[in-house]
């Protein structure tokens, strides 16, 4: 079960929002995700002049993403970057580092280790 909005949106800075992915990123989570990032993508997109704005996905308390999830993601991806805005995954799993390495993926987001 997702959470709402209001509740795993954080502004750190007005170029940049971050929005804490679900425990399972899947099916049952993929299009409530979505929608989340495309209004924290809208917001940031309303924040500034021209595009840009980086959304940070904190993965740190994700514990599994099917391919689904990964669908998900690359919908994100592609809606930010026509934009010009940036995603960059925060915390990601080893497994899910692996499953963007296999599938070709992990140069179109920056990834980050941890959580800042």
Known sequence: MSLPVERILMSTRPME???????????DSRTAFRRAAGEVLDLLAAGTSGGGGR????????RSVDSAGLGALMLIQRKAAERRQ???LRGANEELRFLLVL??????????????
């Open 17 to 27: 929002k971050t929005l804490a992915a679900p425990e399972r990123l899947d099916l």
């Open 55 to 62: 959304l940070v996905i904190d993965l740190s308390g994700t």
């Open 86 to 88: 940036t995603v960059c």
């Open 103 to 116: 599938t070709k993926l992990d140069d179109l987001f920056e990834l980050e280790t941890g959580v800042s």
